[in-house]
């Protein structure tokens, strides 16, 4: 994610992902409400971590209304004397920018704030020692590329494309297979730091059943991004052979997909598990250079990494100009564009 506070940062621009928490606000106070027994645990202050928390502001705003729905469940409860302070750790890479993070922190704010850098991939906390986990947009970051994607020799070499959209099936698999073994190390590391009764509550770009990923919005996105990276390959502004070797490493996992993943790994209960709020409800029109700002955002630091930044301005004009040039497709697509909403209940 862009850091700081420029044009291009992900604080200024991350307006999709923070319309699509607050979508499922209701559902995560029904969660905390119904599901969370505050009576069995006996620690104070009551631990809270966002995983993938980026840079603000969307990570302050998802944590007070959880701190405050933990509060009412305590009064709900009658354990008002017993009403525990909080701490919040915040979680992301180390490259995240962190400096504009606690730069922005509320200043009223219900919490004691930490930083605590580090791929959710991996063990981050102690055992037992957190109560309530929160990660939004962040689990479909996969913590590689498949390897299979960059050998010549495999059914699953990606060339000419940057993503799994409108690619062969064996692409399609070798993505699949990542998301599964990098779930199964989030989840067991995520069992290992919950205390019993605890829950984490997870917020993922999904698929819909039948729609294919070329028809998600962030699938034609990518289809439009690879092409200007072509179309710059083939009028020799980058290597062709650098476009071949690059690949994206997001992917949108299904609720069949998720659900089984949760239930192979044994530790949590399924509190609720849905697909919510299509993007088509929750922006009125895709403008190609909101959308393109929107992906910079996100994903200028590793196109910058692989390609060098002398490019990033040439690549998103064209992108924002393809946008445009295909609007009916990227309106299209907002009826594949979908959340899964996951609450699971540590056993």
Excluded at 163 to 178: F, I, K, L
Excluded at 191 to 211: R, T, Y
Excluded at 300 to 328: M, N, P, Q, T, W
Aim: net charge negative.
């Amino acid at each position: 994610m862009n850091g700081g506070d420029g044009p291009h940062s992900y604080l200024n621009n991350s307006n999709l992902q923070r319309k699509a928490t607050d979508a499922c606000r209701t559902m995560i106070e029904e969660a905390i409400a119904q599901k969370l027994d505050v009576k069995c645990f006996s620690s104070n202050p009551f631990r809270l971590a966002d995983l993938g928390c980026s840079v603000g502001p969307n990570t302050f705003k998802a944590m007070q209304h959880i701190v405050e729905a933990v509060e009412r469940k305590y009064l709900a409860q009658g354990l008002k004397s017993e009403m525990p302070e909080f701490q919040v750790f915040f979680n992301d890479h180390v490259a995240n920018d962190f400096n504009t993070l606690f730069a922005s922190l509320p200043t009223e704010r219900r919490y004691f704030a930490c930083g605590v850098p580090g791929s959710f991939h991996d063990r981050l906390f102690p055992e037992s020692s957190i109560h309530f986990m929160f990660s939004s947009h962040a689990l479909h970051w996969l913590s590689k590329v498949p390897e299979e994607l960059l050998d010549k020799n495999s059914p699953a070499w990606n060339r000419g494309r940057i993503h799994c959209t409108s690619a062969p099936d064996e692409v399609s698999h070798a993505y699949a297979a990542q998301f599964d073994h990098d779930v199964e190390i989030f989840l067991n590391a995520r069992a290992k730091e919950l205390v019993v009764g605890g829950m984490i509550v997870l917020l993922i770009p999904a698929l819909p059943n039948g729609i294919p990923a070329s028809q998600s919005p962030f699938g034609v996105m990518f289809d439009l991004l690879g092409a200007s990276l072509m179309d710059m390959a083939k009028e020799g502004l980058i290597n062709e052979a650098q476009v071949d070797s690059f690949n994206l490493p997001v992917y949108a996992a299904s609720r069949e997909q998720m659900t089984d993943l949760v239930k192979r790994n044994g530790c949590f209960t399924i509190e609720r598990m849905e697909l919510v709020y299509p993007t088509s409800k929750l922006v009125d029109r895709f403008c190609g250079n909101e959308c393109g700002m929107l992906l910079r955002a996100g994903m200028e630091g590793i196109i910058a990494k692989h390609f060098g930044s002398g490019i990033i301005d040439e690549l998103f004009d064209r992108f924002s100009k393809k946008s445009v040039e295909f609007s009916h497709q990227l309106e299209s697509s907002k009826r594949g564009g979908a959340q899964l909403f996951a609450a699971l209940r540590r056993k």
